[in-house]
């Protein structure tokens, strides 16, 4: 059975035009249309609900240290629903698009996290600022989310086309993950902020923007198109990133472990933005890693493929023989039914999505160590399905050299 945010807000949501990945990758050319769970027609001008607006200043500079949302300055006009309640009649044409897009963008990968949550994220800024402001455009070459706003510039993407970043839904998705993460684990304070909570942030909203791109079912096709549906052995060979030009894809299936970034014991302050980003991989890897693992897990428990096939590549990829191991099995499988392996892959998003998500409610921001994630982790899916995927958690998380130590468990 697979779950599709589109059917689930059909008919009463509202509908607006986003691009799943950059315009110039192959196949995402043109936006799709999505529905998003606001009901139709209760969307004000901006686009604006009662959590978050979009604004078009005429003349705005990045918001920094001294100043802070609302902007109080001229704006363009705001771009209108249709009669119908939807924004999908604004498309990249209009002035109006970025905007739209952004926020459009924004509110989707809400639906996503609230399904998984089971309920609204409540932004850790409401003491102060009740809803979120967007910018679509400020003259920077970056994207920030910071108290009460989130705001993008233009510049290169990934594939080094000068484009707006309000148009890139994994910028949008990563940025929005960090204000969710906020919201969800916590602000830790100057003393107890720990760089591998840096570290954490960084790459939970790298996690976020992922499975939230996963929700598009030409990115799942994607996905699964340039790994022939073997992402168990693709990802294992350290090949998808190579293979796909999408971002999200390229940072998550990586061979970084602990040792290979800065020691997480730095004092949070001392450690570069840089190092941050690289501070996260190992963590994103291990995640990307459980997905493979749920992914294959799905395949064989819808019948899909043999189990036995997986057994055979598991031991080839033991013996380091990947290239040996005869796959055609599994491409052939693909190829004559190309629908399961969706349904595995969108079954595996979800299952890591539910457990990510009730995870990191359940920790503290405040002297975050990357094996107390661990360790809740497995508390949750033990919740969910027992002690099955046990074992597999623990070895991705091991592989990375983020352990799980026992004794930890008594102390947060
Ligand atoms: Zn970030």
Redesign the pocket.
């Known amino acids: 059975m697979r779950f599709s945010l589109n059917d689930f807000h059909r008919r009463r949501g509202t509908k607006f035009r986003l691009y799943a990945q950059s315009p110039v990758l192959e196949g995402f050319g043109e936006p799709e249309t999505v529905w998003v769970s606001s009901p139709a027609g209760s969307l004000r001008p901006g686009p604006a609900d009662g959590r978050m607006y979009a604004i078009q200043p005429l003349e705005k500079k990045p918001y920094g240290d001294e100043t802070m949302p609302p902007f109080t300055g001229f704006c363009h006009p705001a771009a209108r629903a249709s009669r119908a309640g939807h924004f999908d009649h604004i498309g990249p044409d209009d002035p109006a698009f970025a905007s739209v897009h952004m926020f459009g963008a924004v509110r989707r990968v809400l639906d996503v996290w609230e399904t998984y949550l089971g309920g609204p994220v409540h932004w850790h800024f409401n003491i102060t600022h009740p809803r979120l402001e967007m910018i679509a455009h400020v003259p920077w070459d970056n994207a920030h989310f910071g108290w009460g706003f989130m705001e993008c510039g233009e510049g290169a993407d990934d594939q080094g086309v000068e484009r707006p970043f309000a148009l890139n839904f994994d910028i949008i998705a990563?940025?929005a993950?960090?204000g969710m993460i906020f919201s969800i684990v916590g602000m830790p304070t100057p003393e107890t902020l720990t760089a591998s909570y840096r570290g954490f942030?960084?790459s939970a909203?790298?996690c976020v923007a992922m499975i939230s791109a996963l929700h598009f079912d030409r990115f799942v096709d994607h996905v699964l198109r340039v790994t022939d549906g073997n992402l168990y052995v693709e990802n294992e060979m350290n090949r998808i990133g190579e293979l796909s030009r999408t971002r999200q894809i390229r940072k998550a299936s990586n061979a970084l472990k602990l040792s290979d970034v800065i020691d997480v014991d730095t004092p949070a302050n001392d450690v570069t933005g840089k190092q941050v980003?690289k501070l996260g991989q190992p963590h994103t890897g291990a995640i990307f890693d459980i997905m493979v693992e749920f992914y294959l897990d799905r395949l064989v428990a819808n019948r899909v493929v043999e189990p036995d096939l997986i057994a055979a590549l598991r031991a080839a990829g033991r013996r380091e023989q990947f290239e040996k191991a005869d796959q055609t099995l599994f491409t052939d499988a693909f190829a004559r039914q190309p629908e399961g392996f969706r349904a595995a892959l969108c079954e595996a998003r979800d299952m890591l999505g539910l457990r990510l998500a009730e995870t990191w409610r359940r920790l503290t921001p405040h002297d975050f160590v990357f094996s107390r994630e661990v360790e809740m982790m497995l508390k949750v899916d033990a919740e969910f399905t027992g002690t099955r995927h046990r074992q597999m958690i623990l070895e991705c998380f091991e592989w990375r050299g983020i352990s799980f130590e026992e004794h930890e468990s008594s102390e947060h």
């Open positions: 990563h940025e993950g960090h942030h960084e909203s790298d980003h």
